[in-house]
């Protein structure tokens, strides 16, 4: 059987997730799919094609072009081109708000602030240096270390009433610092507050903030309260693409479509 | 993905004389070593180099060594050693893997040349103009070896270069010359000195041409290039294989230029690299940039090889001024001064800056260097994290991701 839909796939091969988005002609977001990256890069972005193209209706002849990006970019064993996810991640957000932008992606293993001009240029970007601190990976490792659920984290930040705040740059040096701050008595929902503080501080550690922000990433989908804390500490109310965690996938989608 | 045929860096045809050249300097060195034939003098890169030529010493050169144990990527095994008996990871790796080098017996030099071992030094000689690292680490050669150590300390942040600190350097240059006559068992000989100048200023003069030659568009040659043909430079710095070997690249690159041959194929950047290579990953990045279409044209790491100032009617005081005009030692307001200049010749459109973990003095990124010359000249720039010789200090795939970030945003202008 033949589809004669025309289907662009994007797949973002993160370091802790792996996202494929699939766009019609008109750019909307017609299926997609989300799994943990696992050690079998190529596996992993045939499964999620196949669950994109479940929700989209939609059969493998549809797919017309795909464009990878992530660290597993060139993994993909189907992919006829790839980006970086710095330029896929400018590409997504610029889709969703069309304007000079500040990007915050806060990814698995690493985190950028992306600057783009009014016509979706990139004029610089960051990522963080090679330490994880400040990226999924350090709330991953206190949950682990706190035993608490990843994703009870954000509902435990948001009961805090007074902050723990945490004053070190390395991730196993503040796991000492929380278990200080566990001796000490202090509660569950501050600590976890204070961990969230932490990532916010080295993200706007790494570049000043040109409003408006847009943020992207799994982490920022998944822990809605890092928003609110990003507001509250550059009083900039930050916009949110549809699904923050796409965004990557989404651009690389948009630059399959260009190709 | 289709597999497309990746560019190759282009082989020089002077690549047989530049090994004959290199092995020789180290051929020598053995020999003297083992037979007690020749002096030897260990030296800082950018030491008195031609006061030592000019007393008969054969000269050795310890951070070439280092070099040598970064692009073998011996260098990350090894800096262990020396950081257990006290050598903090943080100061320069190539200290650090060359004592841990010693420390283990084990030398690059024994593959590339079958030589066993670095040869043993009669005297040690530094200058600090490229680090105070370089003056502990013949330190422990000399506790260790039990050889004298003598040295030059240079003036550091200079803007303008005042004739006080020419002749400083000038005079302890010269006062240099009662300990190294000792070590040397002979006299101080002015002739010998002037000649090793000379040849020193010849073999500038030629380095600088073949540098300058990556100002042709397209660029004949890139840094990756240049970090190798600059070997002789480096160790045989006043002598006449030297002059003679830049001699024979500049004619090939000339030859290139008039050709329009291209080091990288349809070139598309030119780039502006700062601070130290990533020795153990030269080769990666330089197919990377290859594969990117982008060629490395500029660099300051190669341009500290130039001493024209060099003078045989004057020999200490052009000495001093050499090695007070060098880039590592000036202020900020000099070295974006000649950023600039670079740009106005070479015509790059990146600036690629390399945050060396162990080597602050040669990282120029680290006092807002970066914005302020992109600000002014509206080029990009772009910040790696990495190390000279110390790999764990460099994400591999976090660097590809931003070099490749880069020259897409290169392409989007």
Known sequence: ?259 | MSEEKKPARKKFECQGLYNKVMANHFYELDEASKTGSKKIAWCTSVGPAELLRGMGFLVYFPENHGAMLGATRMATELIPYANAIGYSPDICSYLTSDIGSFMQKKTPLTTAYKIESVPKPDILVFNTNQCRDVQDWFAWYSRELKVPMVGIHTHRDIGEIRNFQVNDIAKQTESLIPALEKAAGQKFDIDRFKEAIELSRQASVLWRACLETASAIPSPWTFFDATIHMGPAVVARGTKEAVDYYEVLLKELNERVAGKVAAIDNERHRIYWDGMPIWGKLSTLSNQFAELNTCIVASTYCNSWIFDQLDPKDPFESMGRAYTELFIVRDEAFKEKYMQNCFEKYKFDGMIFHDAKTCPNNSNNRYGLPERISKGLGVPQLTINGDLNDLRCYSEEQAKTNIEAFIEQLDER
């Open chain 1, 1 to 259: 059987m033949t589809d004669n839909r025309v289907l662009y796939a994007g797949v973002d091969i993160g370091a802790s997730r792996t996202k494929v988005a699939l766009l019609d002609l008109k750019k909307n977001l017609t299926g997609f799919s989300i799994k943990k990256s696992g050690t079998d890069f190529s596996r992993t972005a045939e499964e999620c094609l196949i669950e994109a193209l479940i929700m989209a209706n939609a059969s493998r002849d549809a797919v017309t072009r795909t464009v990878s990006t992530g660290y597993g970019r060139t993994n993909v064993t189907f992919s006829n081109d790839t980006r970086t996810e710095i330029g896929c991640h400018a590409k997504g957000a610029f889709h969703y708000f069309s304007r000079a932008m500040t990007i915050i992606d806060i990814g698995g293993q690493d985190n950028k602030v992306i600057k783009l001009d009014s016509e979706g240029r990139r004029i610089n970007f960051k990522m963080n240096r090679k330490c994880a601190a400040g990226t999924g990976a350090f709330l991953e490792e206190m949950s682990a270390r706190l035993d608490i659920p990843i994703e009870e984290m954000d509902g435990l930040a948001k009961q805090s009433t007074e902050m723990v705040e945490l004053g070190s740059f390395c991730t196993v040096f503040s796991a000492t610092e929380v278990l200080e701050k566990i001796r000490q008595g202090k509660k569950v929902p501050d600590i976890v507050k204070g961990l969230f503080f932490s990532v916010i501080k080295r993200v706007l550690e790494m570049d000043l903030i040109t409003p408006p922000i847009v943020m992207t990433g799994g982490v920022v989908e998944h822990n809605s309260y890092l928003v609110e804390m990003i507001r509250s500490k550059t009083g900039v109310e930050a916009l949110l693409p549809e699904h923050p965690q796409l965004t990557g996938a989404v651009g690389a989608a948009l630059f399959a479509m260009e190709l």
